[in-house]
Every structure is written in structure tokens, then in C-alpha cells.
């Protein structure tokens, strides 16, 4: 398969704190979740964006209280503490996490979800597919079919979690479900346009680092 670009550390002087991007490959959900934790722990001064794919998984967020916990089905469903109802992982989707010290952000806190959707939506709109925001369930929507999913946390002026985009996902797995809790298909960006996987990552990392500029 791909590979995407290697880590690396930008900073731009006095407009952009420290940034460190990540590309931890593939990885399963639980190890991933694990070490987001770990890293929180750690007080980072900067910021860490991870970009990656989860091998088949679906995650139930702390909005969904009927779908119980199985690790033994086939793709095993695990809960987890971020945002949102449950929602599919699957290889090429693309997974960015956002370890954030929300204290050195030019947001507030609370703008968090709001900024990753309306920067992420601008960036693919630029890549020629239109899409919208939904309010009632955040993400990205192209002709009322779900592209994009987000769910954050926040614990200690840290945020986790993050946004999955798909870009050639299996969307048979990801359609036995309703994504996010609603009566909603997903589609996958390369049904409207052509374009590499780590093209399409280069792309969000440079609409994240400039999300994180100050103003």
C-alpha cells in the first residue's frame, strides 16, 4: 500500500506553536486509543496531529446506549469515550486524530469540532466536490450521503479523537450500520474525484496547520 509523508515538525515563529504530524500507518483502534491517552498524560507542550487507518472496526461513542460492547464480532464493535454514536474504521478511510493543547489554540475550546469540520470542508470543496456541514449530527455530507464523521474529547485542556474521512472505504461494512446513528448512507470521495490518498493527506495537513495558526 501507500505510504504517507513521514513526521514531521513545523512551526512557523511566532504564528504557529509547535506541531508535530504523525503518520502511524495502520494500527488497531485499541492500540491507537491507548496511546492518544498516554501521550495527554504526558502534558505535551504543542501540539500532536496523527493521521493513519484503523483496520475493520466499528466504535461506539457515549451517545449511543443501546449497542453493547463486542470485541468477538465480525468487525468487533467496541465502546469508546469520544463524541457521536457509532460510526465505521475500515482501510482507506483516513483517521486523523487531534492531540491538542487547547490552551495554545487561537479557539476557544468549545469551537473545537466546529473549526476541524468548517477547515476540512473548505479544503475538499477546493478539491471540487461541494459539500455541507450538518449541525445535528457534525460532519460532512456530499448529495445527503455521509463523507466525513467526527467525535472529540476533551480531558485536561487536551483534546482526542478526532475526524475520519473516506476516501475508497468498504462501504458495504460501513452502510450494515447506520452511520452515526442516522438513517444515512456514506459515500466515498473518489466517487466524485481522482485523486491519490497521500495527496489527499498533504492536503489536510497543510488545512490543519493552518487551522492552528494565530491570528
Not at 465502546?79 to 487561537?106: A, C, E, S, W
Not at 442516522?182 to 474525484?193: E, F, G, M, P, Q
Request: net charge neutral; proline share 4%.
Amino acid at each position: 500500500r501507500y505510504k504517507m509523508a513521514s513526521n514531521g515538525v513545523r512551526s512557523a515563529g511566532k504564528n504557529l506553536m509547535k506541531l508535530k504530524f504523525t503518520d502511524k500507518g495502520i494500527i488497531d483502534y485499541r492500540d491507537c486509543l491507548n496511546e492518544m491517552l498516554s501521550l495527554i498524560k504526558t502534558s505535551p507542550e504543542g501540539h500532536e496531529i496523527w493521521y493513519l487507518e484503523h483496520p475493520s472496526v466499528f466504535t461506539v461513542g457515549i451517545s449511543e446506549k443501546e449497542i453493547k460492547e463486542d470485541p468477538n464480532s465480525d468487525p468487533p464493535i467496541y465502546k469508546t469515550d469520544r463524541g457521536g454514536k457509532i460510526t465505521y474504521h475500515g482501510i482507506g478511510q483516513i483517521v486523523f486524530y487531534f492531540m491538542l493543547n487547547l490552551k495554545q489554540t487561537p479557539f476557544e475550546p468549545s469551537e473545537l469540532t466546529k473549526k476541524i469540520l468548517a477547515s476540512t470542508s473548505v479544503a475538499i470543496e477546493d478539491l471540487g466536490v461541494k459539500n455541507n456541514i450538518s449541525e445535528s449530527d457534525p460532519g460532512l455530507y456530499v448529495n445527503g450521503e455521509k463523507l466525513a464523521s467526527i467525535g472529540m474529547r476533551i480531558k485536561s485542556n487536551y483534546s482526542y479523537h478526532g475526524l475520519s474521512l473516506n476516501h475508497d472505504v468498504n462501504l458495504k461494512e460501513f452502510n450494515s450500520i447506520n452511520p452515526c446513528g442516522l438513517d444515512v448512507k456514506a459515500c466515498n470521495l473518489s466517487k466524485y474525484i481522482d485523486i491519490e490518498q497521500s495527496r489527499l493527506v498533504s492536503v489536510l495537513k497543510e488545512t490543519y496547520q493552518n487551522m492552528l495558526k494565530n491570528k
